[in-house]
Every structure is written in structure tokens, then in C-alpha cells.
């Protein structure tokens, strides 16, 4: 039944002998480049793979030349890949349930390949929950402070409404921790971070937890302790328009957000009623001899429009909605990076006043004004690059998410307009009695 959760399954180990080399080249890329989309444009198998049947038996085939799906197999977007080469790959699988005394929690099997020196061995496998993930993610902010570390999906979950050990709940923070990786992976300098080593590769991270808060950067030093209270004299234009930029985007998505959760719900409430409207007609065609066979007919296509309903309901929860919360919490992490440059040419700002305050003749900027200057100019330099590459990730992101469900809205009227065709020879090819 929709709605209810399903128990977590408990997938057993799989050696990484038996798993590819990402690096290693396959038969396909050896033939050419093939005019394939990119996998989150691939069709679940809950759809791809269930066939319509019509009321009298028949098999449907959907896949016309004209049909979605076949547009979408000939198309590439233009911006998939990036040409750099990649030596680094992650994954994000296996959920598994651990039941303690204590506390119940799920960890997550994170597979590291790698061609990189920084690396002691070419393959990892560890173990890890989402304190661990969250643990990573602060130390990169501290290490980090002027790059945009990508966000993690959200720790609490509302008791009674959401079941956190749910097979749905863990596959969609699953996605969402696997992607929050991904997206560290391709970054040129986060990739490098000797914290996101020891996550891959340590067998115990409470060992590297024990040791407590590790130092701050001198960057992150001149950020966390500047004095809030300045205000900036010569914010740059561009910051100042990224500012506004996002508190424009956030709302937006967060508009479409809920509105997209009151269309599911009604999708929901819409299809219990249909559950309960199709046997009707099956129970009314035992009473009636002669609309017998049209009347299971159309009880069948409510049975398949059934189907495809929750499908679509299913794909909008587990692919639409988790993308725009994604990027609502994106440009948060975004806004909190800006506040931070803004400290720190606060900081050089007040100390250029220091010193026109002391009127004296110096033949130089004194250096402690000249490292704040560098920090801020690299502040800048990090910031415009970062921002650079997460416009061009949200731009490939919502043209794979908006193409995915068009195409997924497609596939469910195509489904109901066929099988709602299926009954109109019923009704033609019946003679009538004398």
C-alpha cells in the first residue's frame, strides 16, 4: 500500500574485486562516445519495466519513435561532462541498520577508487554514518573558510510523520550522502583536504574525532574572531547582486517546494479514491450480463491509470523534491560564505583606518594590512570560482530534473491515454441483440 514504509533490507558485503574499475576502459567508450542521456535521465525500472496490458490481455508497447523516451535516448546534454580527468571516485551504498543498547542508527558503506599519490592504496571501503558526514563537513568549513562547501541533507526527520529507519527515508539520504561526496570529489581543492582523506580511508574515525577541535586556519582565525560590528564601506557590486541573487532563488524554490508537496498529497488522496472507484464497475459487471466485458474493461484501466498515478507520485517524492531542497540549503551555505568575505574585508577595511588614524608618514602599508588585503583578494578569487562552478552544476542539475519530469509526465498520460483507448473497441466490436 502506498505510504507505508518498508522494512530496510540488509544487503550483504560485496568485495571490491568484484566491482569495475572506474578508470579501467570498457568495451563501450572503446567504440565511440554513444548519443546516450545521463543516468539521472534514465527511466526507473518501476516504469521502464512494467508493462500496460489492456482490459482484454493484450500487451501495450508505449515506446512509439513519437514517445518521450525515445527523445530522450537520442539527446546528450552539451555540458554532462566537464573533460577533466577524473582520478578520484566515490560512492555512496550498502545502508545497513545497527541495533545497540544505546541507540539505533543506519551506516552507509563509502567506496573510495583512486589513482591519486596522496592515496596509500588504490581502493577503500569504510563504514560510515551521518554524524560522521556532518563531522566532515564542519571540518571542511573550518579548514575551508572561503570555498562553498556543498550541504548535507537534513539531520532531523518529524517523529510519527517520517520513519528515519523507513527503506524509502534511507534511499533518499543514501542519494543525497552520495552526492554530497560526489560533489567534494570534483572540487579542485576540497578533493585535496586532508580531513576528506582520513573519511575515506580511516577504519576508526572516532580516533581523528577524540582529538578535539583541530587548529583553525589563519584565515579561518581572522574570520571567526573579527568584530561583527563594522559595517562595509566598499562592498563590491558583483557580491552584493550575488546577495540579493539568492534570496531571490531561495524563495523561489522554496515556493515551488510547497506547493509541489500539496500537489503529491492531493496526487495521494486522488489515488486512494481511485483504488475504490475501479472495483465498482468490476462488481457492477457481474449484475449485467451483456456490459459484462466492458464494464471489467474499464475497471482494468482505472486499475493501470492506478499505477502510473503512483509512479509519477513516487518519481516527484524521491527525484523531484529531494533537488530543490538540495539547492534551498545550497544557497544558505552560499549566503553564510559571503558573510564570511564580508568579515574579512571588514576586518581589512578597519584596519586601513587604524592606520590613516595615527597620521604618521609611513613609507609602506604596514604587513599585518597587506596579509588582510591578500586574504581578502583570495577570499574573492575562491568565491568567484566556486560560484562559477555551482551555477554551472544547478544549471545541468535543473535541466536533467525539468527534462525528467516532463518526460516522466509524458509517460504517465501516454500510459493512461492508452489504456483508456483499450476500451473503445470493447464497446465498437460488440454486437447488438435482437
Known amino acids: ?92 551504498d550498502d545502508p545497513k541498520k545497527h541495533v545497540c543498547t544505546m541507540e539505533t542508527y543506519i551506516t552507509y558503506r563509502v567506496t573510495t577508487k583512486t589513482t591519486r599519490a596522496e592515496f596509500d592504496l588504490p581502493e577503500y571501503s569504510v563504514r560510515r554514518r551521518y554524524q560522521d558526514f556532518d563531522w566532515l563537513r564542519n571540518k571542511l568549513e573550518e579548514s575551508q573558510p572561503t570555498h562553498l562547501i556543498p550541504p548535507l541533507p537534513e539531520k532531523f526527520v518529524v517523529k510519527g510523520v517520517v520513519d528515519r529507519f523507513s527503506e524509502e527515508f534511507v534511499e533518499t539520504r543514501r542519494k543525497a550522502l552520495d552526492k554530497f561526496l560526489k560533489r567534494i570529489t570534483d572540487h579542485p581543492v576540497l578533493s585535496f583536504n586532508e580531513h ?33 560590528g563594522y559595517k ?26 510547497r506547493i509541489a508537496q500539496r500537489i503529491i ?66 544557497s544558505e551555505s552560499m549566503k553564510n560564505v559571503l558573510k564570511k568575505r564580508d568579515q574579512v574585508q571588514a576586518e581589512y577595511e578597519a584596519k586601513l583606518e587604524a592606520v590613516a588614524l595615527k597620521k604618521e608618514d609611513r613609507p609602506k602599508v604596514p604587513t599585518d594590512v597587506e596579509k588582510c588585503q591578500d586574504r581578502v583578494e583570495c577570499f574573492n578569487a575562491d568565491l ?36 483508456w483507448e483499450s476500451i473503445i473497441p470493447l464497446l465498437q466490436d460488440k454486437p447488438e441483440t435482437k
Not at 505510504?3 to 558485503?13: D, E, I, N
Not at 555551482?390 to 500510459?415: C, H, P, S, T, V
Request: with cysteine; aromatic share 8%; proline share 6%.
Open 1 to 92: 500500500a502506498a505510504g507505508v514504509p518498508r522494512a530496510l533490507p540488509s544487503s550483504g558485503p560485496k568485495s571490491l574485486r568484484e566491482m569495475p574499475h572506474p578508470l579501467a576502459t570498457s568495451s563501450s567508450e572503446e567504440m565511440g562516445p554513444a548519443l546516450t542521456p545521463s543516468p539521472d535521465l534514465l527511466l526507473p525500472r518501476s516504469i521502464a519495466d512494467k508493462d500496460l496490458s489492456l482490459p482484454n490481455g493484450t500487451p501495450v508497447d508505449t515506446s512509439s519513435p513519437a514517445s518521450s523516451s525515445s527523445l530522450l535516448n537520442r539527446l546528450q546534454l552539451d555540458d554532462d561532462l566537464d573533460g577533466e580527468t577524473r582520478d578520484l571516485f566515490v560512492t555512496v
Open 265 to 330: 498529497k492531493e496526487q495521494l488522496e486522488y489515488l486512494v479514491e481511485l483504488r475504490e472507484y475501479g472495483p465498482v464497475y468490476s462488481t457492477w459487471g457481474g449484475l449485467e450480463v451483456e456490459l459484462s466485458e466492458p464494464l471489467e474493461g474499464v475497471s482494468a484501466c482505472i486499475g493501470n491509470c492506478c499505477t502510473a498515478l503512483e509512479e509519477l507520485s513516487e518519481d516527484m517524492t524521491e527525484d523531484f523534491l529531494p533537488v530543490l531542497r538540495e539547492y534551498i540549503l545550497y
Open 232 to 257: 562595509l564601506r566598499n562592498r563590491p557590486l558583483e557580491f552584493a547582486a550575488v546577495g540579493e541573487y539568492l534570496d531571490t532563488f531561495s524563495l523561489k524554490l522554496g515556493t515551488i517546494d
Open 384 to 419: 568567484k570560482a566556486d560560484m562559477e562552478r555551482w551555477q554551472n552544476n544547478k544549471r545541468q542539475d535543473f535541466r536533467q530534473l525539468l527534462m525528467g519530469m516532463a518526460d516522466k509526465n509524458i509517460q504517465y498520460y501516454e500510459k493512461c491515454l492508452t489504456a
Open 196 to 228: 576528506f582523506n582520513v573519511f575515506l580511508t580511516a577504519k576508526d574515525l572516532n580516533a581523528y574525532k577524540k582529538q578535539g577541535m583541530a587548529l583553525l586556519s589563519k584565515m579561518g582565525e581572522s574570520v571567526k574572531y573579527v568584530t561583527g
